[in-house]
Nanobody, 122 residues
C-alpha cells in the first residue's frame, strides 16, 4: 500500500499559478502510475492528469490541457501538478492517487490522499 499526502493548494487569483505536490511513502512507490483528480462541491470527482511509472507518458483532461503539467521525481517519491492560467472553474479539492496504470477513472486507483483545496478568485 502507498500512503499519499498532497500539499500546495491555496487561494490564487484567476490567471495565477500553483504547484501541487504529492509525497508518497511505501516501498513500491516507483511501481505505480499516479493520477490527479479533483472534486468541486456538488460534483463528481473528475480526472485531471496522470503519469506512468517511469514518467515517460502523461495524460490530461481536455479542460486542463496546455495549462497544467504533471511530472514526477522518483528519487523524492513525489509527483507534481503545475497549474498555470488558473480559472475559477478549476477550484476544487485536488486528490493524488496511485494505481497500476495511468487511468482516467477513479476505480483504477487503489490508494488516495486526503486532498488539498484550490480556490481561484475571479
Amino acid at each position: 500500500q502507498v500512503q499519499l499526502v498532497e500539499s500546495g493548494g491555496g487561494l490564487v487569483q484567476a490567471g495565477g499559478s500553483l504547484r501541487l505536490s504529492c509525497v508518497a511513502s511505501g516501498r513500491t512507490f516507483n511501481s505505480y502510475a499516479r493520477g490527479w483528480f479533483r472534486q468541486a462541491p456538488g460534483k463528481e470527482r473528475e480526472f485531471v492528469s496522470a503519469i506512468t511509472m517511469s514518467g515517460s507518458s502523461t495524460y490530461y483532461a481536455d479542460s486542463v490541457k496546455g495549462r497544467f503539467t504533471i511530472s514526477r521525481d522518483n528519487a523524492k517519491n513525489t509527483v507534481y501538478l503545475q497549474m498555470n492560467s488558473l480559472k475559477p472553474e478549476d477550484a476544487a479539492v485536488y486528490y493524488c492517487a496511485a494505481g497500476p496504470i495511468p487511468a482516467t477513472i477513479t476505480s483504477a486507483y487503489r490508494d488516495w490522499g486526503l486532498g488539498t483545496q484550490v480556490t481561484v478568485s475571479s
